[in-house]
């Protein structure tokens, strides 16, 4: 079965850095869109970014744009998010997502992401 | 990348049928039939309800289903059930190649 595991959250100044990682498993990695997803505490859920099959396209929302960068390693199966120049309202549940036809078919359980001195 | 517009809530008794909406544009949800809808319980990871408009995934009941008109996609549940409270987000593709959620729906079942 599916399975998205995200790790890599935790506390961090604001303008410090972070990476989150998420290890897929049940399914052909390298054959599928990935995308990231956050929700802040008590909020909605918002987009963060995505990535091709490939790699070779990325696309990202404007409040991470030029600050945050995914990725993919389809070798070890395992995706990314690179956070730097991090604010406090980037204070998130980070969650991965296999995306399937334009949407997110499968989610990881997230990783709690705090900005804060 | 404005969000899409739901209630914020929406209320039924058990056994009826309830219908919650997500208004967007002709660059969202208007442009494109990639309008998706995801359960969400408290603590848990979004589930997906509805893909395509108005296509349910395998193991999702029928009671769910969905519809388009214009810029206007519609989540129906019918015959309503304690296990429907929850939260409910929308999704749709963008023409700038991104994607954007509703604000979220928080159903409660009376």
């Known amino acids: 079965q599916v399975q998205l595991v995200e790790s890599g959250g935790g506390v961090v100044q604001p303008g410090g850095s972070l990476r989150l990682s998420c290890a897929a498993s049940g399914f052909t990695f390298s054959s599928y869109g990935m995308h990231w997803v956050r929700q802040a505490p008590g909020k909605g859920l918002e987009w963060v970014a995505f990535?091709?099959?490939?790699?070779?396209?990325?696309y990202y929302a404007d409040s991470v744009k030029g600050r945050f960068t995914i990725s993919r390693d389809n070798s070890k199966n395992t995706l990314y998010l690179q956070m730097n120049s991090l604010r406090a309202e980037d204070t998130a549940v980070y969650y991965c997502?296999?995306?399937?036809?334009?949407?997110?078919?499968?989610w990881g359980q997230g990783t709690l992401v705090t900005v804060s001195s | 990348q404005s969000a899409l517009t739901q209630p914020a809530s929406v209320s039924g008794s058990p056994g009826q049928s309830i219908t919650i909406s997500c208004t967007g544009t002709?660059?969202?949800?208007?442009?494109?039939?990639?309008v998706s809808w995801y359960q969400q319980h408290p603590g848990k990871a979004p589930k997906l309800m509805i893909y395509d408009v108005s296509n349910r995934p395998s193991g999702v009941s029928n009671r769910f289903s969905g519809s388009k008109s214009g810029n206007t996609a519609s989540l129906t549940i019918s015959g309503l059930q304690a296990e429907d409270e929850a939260d409910y987000y929308c999704s749709s593709y963008t023409s700038s190649s991104s994607r954007v959620f509703g604000g979220g729906t928080k159903l409660t079942v009376l």
């Open positions: 002709s660059s969202d949800v208007g442009g494109y039939n990639y």
């Open positions: 990535i091709r099959y490939d790699g070779s396209n990325k």
């Open positions: 997502a296999k995306d399937w036809l334009g949407c997110f078919d499968y």
